[in-house]
């Protein structure tokens, strides 16, 4: 027999022992006992699935005060206790499950490495729940394990640094190369998957606050064990629920052996070419404890480096203000060492953790410059009439320069608190002095223009500012909150520029800048519903305030000038949020009330002054969809208006350099723009597969146009006409990376291209040129023997520049080959490279050079290496190369070091 047995609106059948005989006789009911049946068994199904709903549960594990990493959590269902969903607490320890259930209860199963197994009973609605475990040691068979080279989940990779590095591999800068998904520009800037990172971590800390190439070239590879990539990454734990950024973040895990103690590093280098002697000194002391991090580095050479590890910031907008007057300076070539002088660098970082979530950042860091050099250039100026103005120039500078920045930062990072202020001092000194031999003609002109001039330049630069940045995150347990940012700052920046021999002129300016830029947001919990609706609101006060002289023999009106230019602006808009699971999009549409006031030393005839109160409205979107563990997709799309900057208010004429002259109209227009962005990435870690592709659209307009009028001399006056222009521009990147374990084979490929259409005045003529441009890049690495690698690299450019008279095209190809021998085990080890370049752009001459160089490496022991290294052993001391710009092209002789040698040994304490 059967009974029946409705509980809770929901329908169970418990089911006696069946025979045979029953069955039978059940196939006898008489109808009306069918159709009750039939109409309860509808009732089960339809009460079952009306009960239905999506529940989402999040918290944290911890074990005491400590937060429990990758411990998993489970949900199950309580009758069989079947796994219904499941997920791994991150790097705070948090964790959130989601699912669709009829159950009026659940239970929560928190599991992990040394912890004892909780288990808990739930009601199955959408609530918080932290965990509280308890340590549980476990006794484990001895085995042998062979690490992973790549492993995670879906926002986390992690890299096992022994299985990437090469033999002659020492800082884990040379790793972060080798691995996929991961490239460095040449300026140092680290990319994943096509996009800058926003945070360089040791230890899950950032001590160095932008200025991750001091760890890059300064942490041995050997002392590191893994390096992770956290994806998508928010730094602030209370803004974790929010749409995530599209950058990726990176995190160095050391190996025991470096965390809590010092090392120190000294290098010292000696060398010379036919014209002098070369140096290197580098000398580092490290400290990564639980509480302590510790960064202290001297640095000095005159070997020609063009990148600066020491000063350079990453991924943090400088707010220097721009320079309004230079030198024209030397050229320095895309290959060689062209950069003579000396250079010496040295920073002090540090951190102190309060608390688990308090630290506390103090850096400071200096460098001394001195730069000098020569190069010949011809600029090619390409006329509205088809006419070609030519300037030739023979210039040689030279410039010390001198930064410092000191950094105060406090950080309280919490999961419902985040509080952020940071102190910044910073200063910079240049001097520079240079000559210039010129000649300018106009073949294309009947009776042609020619004349030769010489010139001498002197510049001095000086500029210090203070900034203190403010970030409030303020959270509620059940999602609400808000985020206010608020950034001050004050600078003063005295320039000037003097120029001699057969032109006289000298340009003075004192600029000071006052600015306090401050924004307020609401947050909601997007884990808590699909939609959310919040605000934000700003409020934003700009002051700039200039005095120019210009001593000039041709400038009769308005040599010099004074100017004030205040805007404040009050923001205020809405932000709709809409989350289901891994889709997240906001949109957002800010109204911009602004208020505008310019005042311009009296000109006779001319309005110097304006004001006026203007209203702007500026959408926004952006979308994250976490399609798989493989495909990613980010999208965004904007539309801007702004109005035109002060720098192109001022009415007295400025010297930006000894060939050019700038005079604006103090005309307040709006420049806008529009433009829309994809990028769909994709990864595979079980076959080391990385790509992506990406396009993006840009288009700007204006009812005011800017351009240049170039007199018989090839000078140019800087001019500004009421004419509407527009622009447009296309781009497409596809980018891939497979590693094979054959050989340890890499291949990568990646294809750019650029379409893009613009308007541009010149000789007061309206002018509309097209640009195409396309960019092939392929690297190829693989093992010929054990301890014998190959490693090619090539990259194809190929620019073209349509305007009406005009053509120009421009081709190169560049390729570089290095050869890695092991010659002795763990002990001595070659490097032979050489690169080849091949620009068909180039009319006559040389179009191909080949440069060589070799590097010989001993490891005496653990703590002493020497390195032979022998730069451009073809000894080619001049390169030529073409481009081109907006209707201009460029040719550029650059002249080189010759062939040199350095002998440096590295010491390891």
Known sequence: MSRFILVHNSLFIATAEFKLKPLVG????????????????????????????????????????????????????????????????????????????????????????????????????TQTFDFNVEEENKVLREALVKSKKLWGGRDTLNYLVSAYTRGQDRSIGDVLRQLPGITIEDNGVIKYQGTP?????????????????????????????????????????????????????????????????????????????????????????????????????????????????????????????????????????????????????????????????????????????????????????????????????????????????????????????????????????????????????????????????????????????????????????????????????????????????????????????????????????????????????????????????????????????????????????PIGQYTNGTFQTTLSAPVALTYTNLNNAAISGENTDAHRLRLYVQPSFSLLWKATDHFTLNASAHYSASETPWMKLLTANVMQNYRSLSRYRAKLSDNYGAGAQFKVAFKDLFTSLFAHIEGGWQRAWSDIAYGTTLDAQANTIVEAAYMPNHSNRYTLTAYGRKDFDWQTLQIELSATGSWGKSEMLRQSVLTTYCTTGYALRGTLAFDLVSGCRIDYRTTWLRQRSVAPHHTITYNELNQRAQLSLRLLPSRLFLKLHASHTHNSSLSSGKKDYLFIGSGLQFKLSKKIEFNLNGDNLTNIHTYSSRSIGDMESYYTEYYLRPRSVTLTVHIYL
């Open 197 to 573: 990172i926003n945070h360089f971590y040791i230890e899950n800390l950032d001590m160095l606050q932008g200025r991750y190439n001091l760890a890059t070239q300064g942490i041995k590879a050997e002392d590191v064990a893994t390096v992770q990539v956290l994806e998508n990454h928010e730094h602030i734990r209370a803004r974790q629920d929010q749409t995530p950024p599209e950058h990726a973040a990176i995190n160095l895990k050391l190996k025991d052996r470096a965390k809590g103690v010092w090392s120190k590093t000294a290098v010292l280098g000696v060398g010379g070419y036919a014209d002098g002697f070369l140096w290197e000194t580098t000398l580092q002391a490290m400290f990564f404890g639980k509480r302590k991090q510790h960064m202290i580095r001297y640095g000095g050479d005159n070997l020609g480096r063009t990148h600066e590890i020491g000063t350079n910031h990453y991924g943090i907008s400088s707010r220097e203000n721009l320079r309004m007057v230079a030198l024209v300076e030397h050229a320095s070539p895309p290959v060689g060492n062209s950069l003579f002088g000396y250079r010496h660098n040295v920073n002090f970082n540090n951190l102190v953790k309060l608390s688990d979530s308090t630290t506390i950042n103090y850096n400071f860091n200096y460098s001394h410059n001195f730069v000098h050099g020569q190069s010949f250039s011809q600029t090619t100026y390409l006329l509205p009439d088809g006419t070609q103005q030519l300037l030739l120039e023979n210039i040689a500078d030279s410039t010390h320069t001198n930064t410092a920045n000191l950094q105060l930062v406090y950080e309280k990072n919490q999961q419902y608190r985040y509080l952020k202020n940071t102190l910044s001092l910073w200063g910079r000194w240049d001097d520079g002095r240079g000559s210039i031999r010129s000649e300018h003609n106009q073949p294309s002109l009947a009776d042609g223009t020619n004349g030769e001039s010489s010139i001498s330049q002197d510049l001095h630069y000086r500029s210090l500012g203070l900034i203190n940045n403010t970030r409030w995150v303020y959270r509620t347990a059940k999602g609400g909150g808000f985020e206010w940012v608020s950034t001050n700052s004050l600078s003063s920046t005295p320039q000037s520029l003097a120029i001699g021999d057969d032109r006289t002129a000298r340009q003075d300016i004192e600029l000071t800048a006052l600015s306090t830029i401050n924004s307020f947001r609401l947050l909601r919990d997007l884990r808590s519903r699909k939609w959310a609706i919040s605000a934000s609101a700003s409020l934003n006060t700009t002051y700039t305030a200039l005095t120019s002289t210009l001593n000039h023999p041709d400038m009769p009106i308005a040599p010099h000038g004074d100017m004030s230019h205040l805007r404040a602006s009050v923001d205020f808009g």
């Open 26 to 125: 059940f196939c006898t009911l008489d109808w009306a006992k069918r159709i009750i049946l039939f109409l309860l068994l509808c009732l089960s199904f339809f009460a079952a699935h009306a009960q239905k709903q999506t529940i989402s549960v999040s918290g944290q594990v911890r074990c005491g005060t400590e937060l429990m990493v990758g411990s998993l959590v489970a949900m199950l269902q309580p009758s069989d206790s079947s796994i219904v969903a499941y997920t791994t607490t991150d790097k705070q320890g948090r964790y959130t499950l989601q699912t669709t259930t009829h159950l009026s209860e659940v239970l929560l199963r928190v599991t992990g490495f040394n912890l004892k197994r909780k288990v808990v009973r739930i009601k199955a609605q």
